[in-house]
Nanobody, 123 residues
Framework: QVQLVESGGGLVQAGGSLRLSCVASGRTFNNLAMGWFRQPPGKERDFVAAIRWSGTSTWYGDSVKGRFTISRDNAKNTVYLQMNSLKPEDTAVYYC????????????????WGQGTQVTVSS
């Protein structure tokens, strides 16, 4: 089992920045690929970013490329999502996912999920 706890969400004005964190426990973090997804109200959970267990490879959704950066600190069992130049359309609940397999751009590719953290971007 893996437990994931996200933090760092909040209310920010358009153009601002936030950094989300996701702390993992219960399994060797170094063996897990990690991903961030987001889910606006009434919509599906969409891919945001993913990172390989080693941190040497990352993927991004088209809507966040050049604005968001995913990173990880295996010594702290933590994955981060730095979000810059935020837009109102980035408003959503952001979820951290973990997989024992290779990183994925689909939610069903992840075995474990956190409870989510709300990000609200005002115009």
């Amino acid at each position: 089992q893996v437990q994931l706890v996200e933090s760092g969400g909040g209310l920010v004005q358009a153009g601002g920045s936030l950094r989300l964190s996701c702390v993992a426990s219960g399994r060797t973090f170094n063996n897990l690929a990690m991903g961030w997804f987001r889910q606006p109200p009434g919509k599906e959970r969409d891919f945001v970013a993913a990172i390989r267990w080693s941190g040497t490879s990352t993927w991004y959704g088209d809507s966040v490329k050049g604005r968001f950066t995913i990173s990880r600190d295996n010594a702290k069992n933590t994955v981060y999502l730095q979000m810059n130049s935020l837009k109102p359309e980035d408003t959503a609940v952001y979820y951290c996912g973990a997989t024992k397999s290779f990183m994925s751009k689909t939610a069903r590719g992840y075995d474990y999920w956190g409870q989510g953290t709300q990000v609200t971007v005002s115009s």
